[in-house]
Nanobody, 121 residues
Framework: QVQLVESGGGLVQPGGSLRLSCAAS????????MGWYRQAPGKERELVAR???????NYGDSVKGRFTISRDNAKNTVYLQMNSLKPEDTAIYYC???????????????WGQGTQVTVSS
C-alpha cells in the first residue's frame, strides 16, 4: 500500500505565501500523475495543479501565475508553491497520485488526508 503524507498548510495573510509538500512512500510502485486538488466549504473538489509523467503540467485557471508545482522524482515528492494568496484560496488541499503497482500491474488513484490552508487577515 502506498501512503501520501502532506505537510505545509496553515494560516497566512492575503498576499502571503505557503509551500505544500506531499511525499509518497511504499514499495514497488511508480507514479504516473501527481498533484493537488482543493475543496472549499460548499464547493466541489477542483484541480489546483498536477504533473504528468513526461513533464506536462496543468493548472486550475484560478491559480495560474500564482502557484507553481514541482516534483522530486527521487523522493517521490510533489511541492506546491503558493504565492499571492487570496481569501478565496482557503480550502482543504488534497494530494493526489495515480499509482502503478509494479508487481501486480495495477493502477489506482490515491488521495492524501488533506491539509487546511486558510487565507485571512
Amino acid at each position: 500500500q502506498v501512503q501520501l503524507v502532506e505537510s505545509g498548510g496553515g494560516l497566512v495573510q492575503p498576499g502571503g505565501s505557503l509551500r505544500l509538500s506531499c511525499a509518497a512512500s511504499g514499495s514497488d510502485f511508480s507514479i504516473n500523475v501527481m498533484g493537488w486538488y482543493r475543496q472549499a466549504p460548499g464547493k466541489e473538489r477542483e484541480l489546483v495543479a498536477r504533473i504528468i509523467n513526461g513533464g506536462t503540467i496543468n493548472y486550475g485557471d484560478s491559480v495560474k501565475g500564482r502557484f507553481t508545482i514541482s516534483r522530486d522524482n527521487a523522493k517521490n515528492t510533489v511541492y506546491l508553491q503558493m504565492n499571492s494568496l487570496k481569501p478565496e484560496d482557503t480550502a482543504i488541499y488534497y494530494c493526489n497520485a495515480l499509482i502503478y503497482l509494479v508487481r501486480v500491474g495495477y493502477t489506482y488513484d490515491r488521495w492524501g488526508q488533506g491539509t487546511q490552508v486558510t487565507v485571512s487577515s
